[in-house]
């Protein structure tokens, strides 16, 4: 018998890090937290891999989840990721590179990815270098530049489980993108859309 | 034999917690962790139900809200779904669900307690029916108001919030019945495309 349940951890070190009671003052010096942030793992808000400042924001009352799988947030130079005040992100991956602007009372829920950028060049011969510079022990040729656009998610947006959100795209105030999504281009304000790629649908 | 009791840590747990006690867990059912009840809130009694003989595997979570209930039948083999849901979910017996599944009471769940000024989701919820014989496909979701029948397939990644007769075979985002796999054989209209 155990003294301890998800609710109450009680004293076992391992089960608080697994429900947000942890030390926040233990991030990064980029990371700006509004006040009663909730962070249900240190994974959700890492690996930050840009030095700017801020690098990430999140603001008052947000609570960021991880699901089943994990989530994270990878932020590469010059990357920023800003998250508004009472939105909930449950097993979010984003990953950026210029900027994820998240508003307030946004749901995003499980497994979904957001990437503001290509993350390749398109070129094949970039390509090939960028696989020898990064791979073990290669030659460093250095990156070729990315292709990025700043994703824009505007308030009281509600995401479904699933969905991708690509590059450059904006989801205007209040849409809804409904389960297993490809978000590829601009959302209207109210919209709900579906598919892949995301078509208007009626909600 | 009895692998999982209520109240009690599993005996080859890796976690230091006990299976929340208004569970119920039949004989020989296994459940790898009592990981998969992380986010589980349920105020029913019980708020899961798991019948014999089945299998809970790895990264199976019950994301179950306080008006939740999760009810699965009799030799189900559970491949790691996620159930997020403050409403009914009713598994038959003999279904197989494969992993990165879904089994949602809305297109967009996050769990109850952190709802917060959002205020989204309760509302949308609705309860969820999956027949017997039914075969869930990797990466699909089954949404609040889908009710399946007996023996329906749904295809990887497929996405289906509606009612599926019995031994139709569904897939797409938004989902379609693309066949029909009844047992012995094929009804006439195999080849019919339907919707």
Redesign the interface.
Do not use: K
């Given at each position: 018998?155990?003294d301890?349940?998800?609710?109450s951890?009680g004293p076992?070190p391992?089960?608080a890090e697994?429900?947000g009671q942890w030390d926040y003052s233990t991030l990064p010096a980029n990371v700006r937290l509004g006040r009663e942030c909730?962070l249900e793992t240190r994974g959700v808000v890492g690996p930050i891999k840009t030095t700017r400042d801020p690098a990430l924001v999140i603001g008052d009352?947000t609570?960021i989840?991880s699901?089943?799988?994990g989530g994270s947030m990878t932020i590469e130079d010059p990357g920023m990721v800003e998250i508004g005040?009472?939105?909930?992100l449950?097993g979010v991956q984003i990953m950026c590179s210029e900027l994820v602007r998240i508003g307030a009372?946004?749901?995003?829920?499980?497994?979904t990815v957001i990437a503001d950028s290509d993350f390749h060049p398109r070129d094949p011969d970039l390509r090939r270098s960028d696989a020898i510079s990064g791979a073990p022990l290669g030659e460093w040729f250095g990156y070729a530049p990315r292709y990025s656009a700043p994703v824009m998610i505007e308030d009281?947006v509600?995401?479904?489980?699933?969905t991708l959100i690509l590059k450059g795209t904006k989801i205007g105030r209040g849409a809804?993108?409904?389960?297993?999504?490809v978000v590829t281009a601009d959302v209207a304000s109210g919209a709900s859309v579906?598919?892949?790629p995301a078509r208007q649908v009626e909600p | 034999m009895t692998f999982v009791t209520p109240?009690?840590?599993l005996p080859y747990d890796w976690?230091?917690?006990?299976i929340?006690s208004n569970t119920e867990f039949g004989t020989n059912a296994y459940l790898h962790s009592a990981f998969a009840?992380?986010?589980?809130?349920s105020r029913r009694t019980p708020g899961v139900r798991v019948g014999d003989h089945t299998a809970l595997y790895d990264?199976?979570?019950f994301d179950v809200g306080p008006d939740g209930h999760v009810s699965i039948g009799d030799y189900c083999v559970i491949n790691?779904p996620?159930f997020?849901t403050d409403h009914d979910v009713h598994v038959g017996s003999y279904v197989y669900v494969s992993y990165?599944v879904?089994i949602?009471d809305s297109?967009?769940?996050?769990?109850s307690w952190?709802?917060?000024?959002?205020r989204?989701?309760r509302a949308a919820g609705r309860d969820i029916v999956i027949g017997d014989d039914c075969w869930i496909g990797v990466?699909s979701?089954v949404?609040g108001g889908a009710v399946l029948g007996r023996g329906v397939i749904v295809g990887a990644?497929a996405?289906v919030d509606f009612e599926v007769p019995d031994f139709a075979i569904v897939a797409g985002?938004?989902a379609r019945v693309v066949g029909w796999a009844p047992p012995g054989g094929h009804r006439p209209d195999a080849t019919q495309r339907l919707t």
């Open positions: 018998m155990s301890s349940s998800w609710e951890p076992e391992q089960l697994l429900v909730f009352r609570r989840l699901g089943g799988w005040d009472d939105s909930v449950i009372r946004v749901l995003v829920s499980y497994n009281d509600t995401i479904g489980i699933n809804t993108v409904l389960a297993g999504s579906q598919g892949n | 109240g009690e840590r976690l230091p917690v006990a929340p009840f992380r986010h589980y809130r990264s199976t979570m790691g996620i997020a990165e879904y949602a297109s967009a769940p996050v769990p952190c709802w917060g000024e959002t989204r989701g990466r979701a949404l990644g996405v985002n938004p």
